[in-house]
């Protein structure tokens, strides 16, 4: 059974940048049928999808978060992980680690991480 | 950005009753490329419906979805005690970036 673990620190201050590594255990990140993403939740903002990449380390991000963001995949240690720069309160949310397919109608999320809450607070 | 709005907010029901909840864009999505999630308290969300009408692994035949272009429907046939919880819808066409809905909370009558 696929599962996949988010771990990093609960509290950033602001400007600081945000770092989550998401493990993923029971298959290998290097398949080809997947892609490797981070979305997150706040009361504020409801559920927003950050990026993806495969293993391949093509990616593809929000636009609106692209200048902040890098996901990353090291297959060695079949994880990936999530830098967001320049973070401000707004950025406070939980952060899933999500799996979805690489074509067509099978983008959709259908591993997610348990989440895993980043407040941002001096 | 395609915006994604559910309705209603908060629908009320018995179990065994039948659920309709509705996702409208604000413009087409392409190939019918939507998603309908369940997210219970404390937990992640978890897939239900992929490609507007195809059921994830798992995922009991009493949900189902419908539906094209801007408008999209989860029906759930009769409800369950277990499927009160909050449901989102997502699209994940070819207009960047992927989107929610702001999501229908499903609460027992």
């Known amino acids: 059974q696929l599962q996949l673990q988010e771990s990093g620190p609960g509290l950033v201050k602001p400007s600081e940048t945000l770092s989550l590594i998401c493990t993923v255990s029971g298959g290998s990140i290097s398949s080809s049928d997947y892609y490797w993403g981070w979305i997150r939740q706040s009361p504020g903002k409801g559920l927003e999808w950050i990026g993806s990449?495969?293993?391949?380390?093509?990616?593809f991000y929000n636009p609106f978060l692209k200048s902040r963001v890098t996901i990353s995949v090291d297959t060695s240690k079949n994880q990936f992980s999530l830098r967001l720069s320049s973070v401000t309160a707004a950025d406070t949310a939980v952060y899933y680690c999500v799996r979805h397919g690489s074509v067509g109608a099978t983008k959709a999320a259908d591993y997610w991480g348990q989440g895993t809450l980043v407040t941002v607070s001096s | 950005e395609i915006v994604l709005t559910q309705s209603p907010g908060t629908l009320s029901l018995s179990p065994g009753e039948r659920a309709t909840l509705s996702c409208r864009a604000s413009q087409s999505v392409s190939r019918s490329y939507v998603a309908w999630y369940q997210q219970k308290p404390g937990q992640a969300p978890r897939l239900l419906i992929f490609?507007?009408?195809s059921r994830a692994t798992g995922i009991p035949d009493r949900f189902s979805g419908s539906g094209s272009g801007t408008d999209f429907t989860l029906t759930i046939s009769r409800l369950e005690p277990e499927d009160f919880a909050m449901y989102y819808c997502q699209q994940y066409g070819s207009s960047l970036p992927y989107t929610f809905g702001q999501g229908t909370k499903l609460e027992i009558k």
């Open positions: 990449s495969y293993y391949s380390g093509s990616t």
């Open positions: 490609g507007a009408s």
